[in-house]
């Protein structure tokens, strides 16, 4: 039997193809950066260059191979993730004819007109599909028709990149659920396209491709594909899905009742459920999860990763260069000394990211409130602390609202990304939500997500969840303290009172929103 299954990772920042043996151990990983650049006649746009990426994603692919100097015969299968959101079109040929990536922002005028066609209609949608006009693809694909119509004439099929990986593969195009749903274009319920939804939008209604179930074969290397990549033709493709679905399944959450957090640029909460009824008031996403029968409830927090990235940047030197001569991320160097300080940092707040409001979506201009001139408490480690304390506050926040939403909350949360690395975040993040923080040994979860979705696809994992049994181990878990759980209560009820004064603020136009969706 063949040894070894593939993951093909498009993130937002970069592209990798990861080797996994069937327990779930890391064998080799190639990875290329990318970048997606604005068209300068459209602010806000990000294209999505399918050549030069495919270059990149099928040399990562032929790259790992040759580190690692596995034969690509004893590749069982291979499977494919990627960034959410991001969309491409094709041509009846099958040709690629436009593609944006996720956090694309040119359509707020068409977001504006669909707004003032119809008020209603982003309530009635969600309550179909889950999605608001935010994150969405149907204001892309109508400044698509309203801003380049001899290319929407053109188009065929609208796919989401983890397919296009598919595609690229073996010359299959289909679409599987648990990205396809963030288009808002299906039906949460029935798990494939609502072409009623197109058609009330002002869009056309056979652009739609086939529909394939997460870990269903696809197809298999074609000889052009393997000629491109190094692989086997004939090595079976399978059915992937959206980087938060399958890094849950990369953590363990299969199940319905379980929830991941994962901390990066952006922080999600995921919550798995067994229903696919949305929130009626619209306040969280709800995603068709990569395991069949199951959805999840998802509350993302604004740029955790990039706030704290700045901060080390402008406010960290010392820290960097002592890092570099010793060997040692300077995170690490300020963890060490944030953890000096109390829970509450003395009663300083930090602001950036607000608790989901899926469809009234705004951040307030971002502060650090509450401190006083005394250098010895308030120095730039209580800054990064207040940091920290202000994600979880966030995550506590977003238990509360989906927990109002299903009536349910995990008995324990499993914490993967970047940001599971740093054990003071970890121990804060319990503190604040007063659970459990579980932490996985394989820290960026998605690539074996897909590793397991592959393997259960050609039948070496019975399911999905036994697959993630065999293949997830966890390092170490993290108790809440209950005196600090006492502090964070109430700094938690404080702080959801300021973020709101903040708001006021921005709708008074005094401070910037750090962030406001389209149309608002």
């Given at each position: 039997?063949?040894?070894?299954?593939?993951?093909?990772?498009a993130?937002?920042?970069s592209?990798?193809?990861v080797?996994f043996?069937?327990?779930?151990?890391?064998?080799?990983?190639v990875?290329?950066?990318?970048?997606h650049?604005?068209?300068?006649?459209?602010?806000g746009?990000?294209d999505?260059?399918?050549?030069?990426?495919?270059?990149?994603?099928?040399?990562?692919?032929?790259?790992v191979?040759?580190?690692?100097?596995?034969?690509?015969?004893?590749?069982?299968?291979?499977s494919?993730?990627?960034?959410?959101?991001g969309?491409?079109?094709y041509?009846?040929?099958?040709k690629?004819?436009?593609a944006?990536a996720?956090?694309?922002?040119?359509?707020?005028?068409?977001?504006a007109?669909?707004i003032?066609s119809?008020?209603?209609?982003?309530k009635?949608?969600?309550?179909q599909?889950?999605?608001?006009?935010?994150l969405n693809?149907?204001?892309?694909?109508l400044?698509?028709k309203?801003?380049?119509?001899?290319?929407?004439e053109?188009?065929?099929?609208v796919g989401?990149?983890?397919?296009w990986?598919?595609?690229?593969?073996?010359?299959?195009?289909?679409v599987?659920?648990s990205?396809?749903?963030?288009?808002?274009?299906?039906?949460?319920?029935?798990?494939t396209?609502?072409?009623?939804?197109?058609?009330?939008?002002?869009?056309?209604?056979?652009?739609?491709p086939?529909?394939?179930?997460c870990?269903?074969i696809a197809?298999?290397?074609?000889?052009?594909?393997?000629?491109?990549t190094?692989?086997?033709?004939?090595?079976?493709?399978?059915?992937g899905?959206?980087?938060c679905?399958?890094g849950?399944?990369g953590?363990?959450?299969?199940?319905?009742?379980?929830?991941?957090?994962?901390?990066?640029?952006?922080?999600q909460?995921?919550?798995?459920?067994d229903?696919?009824?949305?929130?009626?008031?619209g306040r969280?996403r709800?995603?068709c999860?990569?395991?069949?029968?199951v959805?999840q409830y998802?509350?993302?927090?604004?740029?955790?990763?990039?706030?704290?990235?700045?901060?080390?940047?402008g406010?960290c030197?010392l820290?960097?260069?002592q890092?570099?001569?010793e060997?040692?991320?300077?995170?690490?160097?300020?963890?060490r000394?944030?953890?000096?300080?109390?829970?509450?940092?003395?009663?300083?707040?930090?602001?950036?990211?607000?608790?989901?409001?899926f469809?009234?979506?705004k951040?307030?201009s971002?502060?650090f409130?509450?401190?006083?001139?005394?250098p010895?408490?308030?120095?730039r480690y209580?800054?990064?602390?207040?940091?920290?304390?202000?994600?979880?506050?966030?995550?506590?926040?977003?238990i509360?609202?989906?927990k109002?939403a299903?009536g349910?909350?995990?008995?324990?949360?499993?914490?993967?990304?970047?940001?599971s690395k740093?054990?003071?975040?970890?121990?804060?993040l319990?503190?604040?939500?007063?659970?459990?923080?579980?932490?996985p040994?394989?820290?960026?979860?998605?690539a074996?997500g897909?590793?397991?979705?592959a393997?259960?696809?050609?039948?070496?994992?019975?399911?999905?969840a036994?697959?993630?049994?065999?293949?997830?181990?966890f390092?170490?878990?993290y108790?809440?303290?209950p005196?600090?759980?006492?502090?964070?209560?109430d700094m938690?009820?404080?702080?959801?009172?300021?973020?709101?004064?903040?708001?006021?603020l921005?709708d008074?136009k005094?401070?910037?929103?750090?962030?406001i969706?389209?149309g608002?």
């Amino acid at each position: 039997m063949s040894k070894y299954l593939m993951a093909i990772d498009a993130g937002t920042g970069s592209v990798r193809a990861v080797l996994f043996d069937l327990d779930g151990n890391q064998i080799g990983c190639v990875q290329e950066e990318w970048t997606h650049k604005e068209d300068p006649r459209f602010p806000g746009s990000m294209d999505f260059d399918w050549e030069y990426n495919w270059k990149l994603a099928s040399g990562c692919v032929r790259g790992v191979l040759e580190q690692t100097g596995i034969a690509p015969s004893d590749v069982a299968a291979v499977s494919t993730t990627c960034m959410r959101e991001g969309i491409l079109l094709y041509d009846k040929e099958g040709k690629e004819i436009w593609a944006c990536a996720n956090v694309d922002a040119r359509s707020n005028d068409e977001v504006a007109q669909l707004i003032q066609s119809d008020p209603e209609l982003e309530k009635e949608l969600y309550a179909q599909s889950g999605q608001s006009y935010a994150l969405n693809a149907i204001p892309r694909i109508l400044w698509v028709k309203n801003k380049m119509p001899e290319i929407y004439e053109k188009t065929a099929a609208v796919g989401m990149f983890n397919d296009w990986l598919i595609y690229k593969l073996t010359g299959v195009l289909a679409v599987e659920p648990s990205n396809g749903s963030t288009t808002g274009l299906m039906d949460l319920q029935s798990r494939t396209w609502d072409p009623s939804i197109a058609r009330r939008c002002g869009l056309r209604e056979d652009i739609f491709p086939a529909v394939l179930e997460c870990g269903q074969i696809a197809g298999k290397v074609s000889a052009q594909g393997a000629a491109q990549t190094g692989l086997a033709e004939g090595t079976p493709v399978v059915v992937g899905g959206g980087d938060c679905q399958l890094g849950t399944i990369g953590v363990g959450a299969c199940d319905p009742g379980q929830a991941a957090v994962f901390g990066g640029s952006f922080w999600q909460y995921e919550f798995n459920t067994d229903s696919g009824k949305t929130d009626p008031q619209g306040r969280v996403r709800v995603n068709c999860h990569a395991v069949p029968g199951v959805w999840q409830y998802e509350a993302l927090a604004f740029k955790p990763g990039l706030v704290m990235r700045w901060f080390r940047d402008g406010f960290c030197q010392l820290e960097k260069q002592q890092g570099a001569a010793e060997g040692v991320d300077p995170y690490d160097l300020m963890n060490r000394e944030a953890e000096k300080i109390p829970a509450g940092s003395y009663g300083m707040l930090c602001c950036f990211s607000d608790v989901m409001n899926f469809i009234n979506w705004k951040h307030a201009s971002p502060t650090f409130t509450n401190f006083e001139l005394e250098p010895e408490k308030f120095n730039r480690y209580t800054f990064y602390r207040a940091i920290l304390e202000n994600t979880a506050l966030i995550v506590k926040g977003h238990i509360a609202l989906v927990k109002e939403a299903t009536g349910n909350e995990p008995e324990e949360l499993i914490f993967a990304g970047g940001a599971s690395k740093s054990p003071l975040w970890c121990q804060i993040l319990a503190d604040v939500t007063g659970k459990n923080v579980r932490t996985p040994v394989v820290k960026e979860a998605t690539a074996l997500g897909a590793a397991i979705l592959a393997g259960y696809g050609v039948g070496i994992y019975p399911s999905i969840a036994e697959g993630a049994q065999r293949t997830v181990r966890f390092d170490h878990t993290y108790v809440p303290n209950p005196d600090n759980y006492a502090v964070y209560e109430d700094m938690y009820q404080v702080w959801r009172q300021v973020y709101a004064a903040q708001l006021e603020l921005c709708d008074r136009k005094l401070t910037k929103n750090m962030w406001i969706a389209p149309g608002l």
